[in-house]
């Protein structure tokens, strides 16, 4: 079987790359031939010959479909965050996100509440829509990345964009680091939106005695920063479900997660991690974390058994493939 995921953005360090390439990977791994294309840069009239095209966002994935001189025929579409959770809602891009749902073979989401939000406004696809946890990456053992000594670092790895809400760790951080010193906060990911990134750089250099940006970093450099990190944050307005968040939990880090629901399907309060609402309970969090290292290693080490069972790459690739013959199966009746 020889298929083409197709997902936009491809060539930047976003989530949507990872989850692709981590799934391409595990396909292969299962004999399945795979071939990966952005469909935001993607300048041919016509995409490599396959069995079935797989594509990650299903609004994008339908503008590049309109751009093509001949028709999919059979296609899968996994349903992101940004599709989900604004696309959807979005009475410009509505139509053409419920469209290339109604003409895809299957369509995949990551958990139950995808699934109950999308057949709330398609029940028609309820027989052709299969929930699938992402996987999460296990990253080689590597040296630590270098940080100064007796530092507690706080990871944030984000695309820099207005709904990954990156300004609000700074803000939120600010007034503890002013009663622990040794608090450090690390940015990692790139600038997807211009004005965001102007936001993010000039507070990052109003406080570059404890903040550092690091920019776009490949993915096989993360292992060794969040070998190096103390705990993770995610602080998105919406989250489809966040790959960063899954690995640093399968690499035994705690996290704190703003209370979205896609934060809230793979976090649980304070066993796996920590959610919170506002800033108060962000500020009360961070602060545990930081005084004990025992409660540290506790919810790290739940956050990584969590990982192992609900989150195994090669299930994932394995119900991938279940979807994918479904589908094939489907178009040849």
Same mark, same amino acid.
């Given at each position: 079987?020889?298929?083409?995921?197709?997902?936009?953005?491809?060539?930047?360090?976003?989530?949507?790359?990872?989850?692709?390439?981590?799934?391409?990977?595990?396909?292969?791994?299962?004999?399945?031939?795979?071939?990966?294309?952005?469909?935001?840069?993607?300048?041919?009239?016509?995409? @490599?010959?396959?069995?079935?095209?797989?594509?990650?966002?299903?609004?994008?994935?339908?503008?590049?479909?309109?751009?093509?001189?001949?028709?999919?025929?059979?296609?899968?579409?996994?349903?992101?965050?940004?599709?989900?959770?604004?696309?959807?809602?979005?009475?410009?891009?509505?139509?053409?996100?419920?469209?290339?749902?109604?003409?895809?073979?299957?369509?995949?989401?990551?958990?139950?509440?995808?699934?109950?939000?999308?057949?709330?406004?398609?029940?028609?696809?309820?027989?052709?829509?299969?929930?699938?946890?992402?996987?999460?990456?296990?990253?080689?053992?590597?040296?630590?990345?270098?940080?100064?000594?007796?530092?507690?670092?706080?990871?944030?790895?984000?695309?820099?964009?207005?709904?990954?809400?990156?300004?609000?760790?700074?803000?939120?951080?600010?007034?503890?680091?002013?009663?622990?010193?040794?608090?450090?906060?690390?940015?990692?990911?790139?600038?997807?939106?211009?004005?965001?990134?102007?936001?993010?750089?000039?507070?990052?250099?109003?406080?570059? *005695?404890?903040?550092?940006?690091?920019?776009?970093?490949?993915?096989?450099?993360?292992?060794?920063?969040?070998?190096?990190?103390?705990?993770?944050? /995610?602080?998105?307005?919406?989250?489809?479900?966040?790959?960063?968040? %899954?690995?640093?939990?399968?690499?035994? %880090? @705690?996290?704190?997660?703003?209370?979205?629901?896609?934060?809230?399907?793979?976090?649980? $309060?304070?066993?796996?991690?920590?959610?919170?609402? /506002?800033?108060?309970?962000?500020?009360?969090?961070?602060?545990?974390?930081?005084? *004990?290292?025992?409660?540290?290693?506790?919810?790290?080490?739940?956050?990584?058994?969590?990982?192992?069972?609900?989150?195994?790459?090669?299930?994932?690739?394995?119900?991938?493939?279940?979807?994918?013959? $479904?589908? %094939? /199966?489907?178009?040849?009746?």
């Amino acid at each position: 079987m020889k298929v083409v995921l197709a997902t936009p953005y491809y060539h930047q360090a976003r989530g949507n790359t990872v989850t692709v390439q981590r799934i391409s990977e595990g396909l292969n791994h299962l004999g399945i031939d795979t071939e990966v294309i952005s469909v935001t840069d993607y300048h041919k009239a016509a995409i @490599p010959q396959a069995d079935l095209v797989h594509g990650f966002n299903a609004y994008h994935f339908y503008k590049f479909m309109e751009t093509l001189e001949s028709e999919i025929k059979n296609y899968v579409i996994t349903f992101t965050g940004t599709d989900l959770n604004h696309d959807l809602d979005n009475s410009e891009r509505r139509n053409d996100v419920i469209a290339s749902l109604l003409g895809a073979k299957a369509v995949h989401v990551f958990d139950g509440k995808a699934k109950q939000k999308l057949l709330s406004a398609l029940p028609q696809i309820e027989e052709k829509l299969f929930v699938i946890s992402q996987g999460a990456s296990d990253f080689q053992t590597a040296h630590p990345f270098p940080k100064e000594k007796d530092t507690f670092v706080f990871l944030l790895p984000a695309g820099i964009r207005k709904v990954k809400n990156v300004t609000s760790a700074i803000k939120m951080l600010k007034p503890l680091h002013k009663k622990h010193p040794e608090i450090r906060l690390w940015l990692v990911g790139p600038v997807i939106e211009e004005e965001e990134g102007i936001k993010v750089n000039n507070l990052v250099k109003q406080n570059e *005695d404890w903040i550092k940006y690091f920019g776009e970093v490949s993915h096989r450099s993360m292992g060794a920063i969040y070998q190096s990190s103390d705990t993770i944050l /995610n602080t998105s307005h919406s989250e489809g479900q966040s790959s960063a968040i %899954l690995e640093a939990m399968g690499s035994s %880090l @705690p996290v704190i997660v703003s209370g979205n629901q896609g934060n809230r399907n793979i976090v649980f $309060h304070e066993k796996t991690g920590f959610i919170y609402e /506002n800033e108060i309970e962000f500020t009360r969090y961070a602060e545990l974390l930081l005084t *004990d290292p025992s409660l540290r290693e506790k919810i790290g080490l739940a956050g990584k058994r969590y990982v192992a069972s609900h989150h195994s790459d090669t299930k994932e690739a394995e119900a991938v493939l279940a979807m994918y013959e $479904h589908a %094939l /199966n489907t178009s040849s009746h």
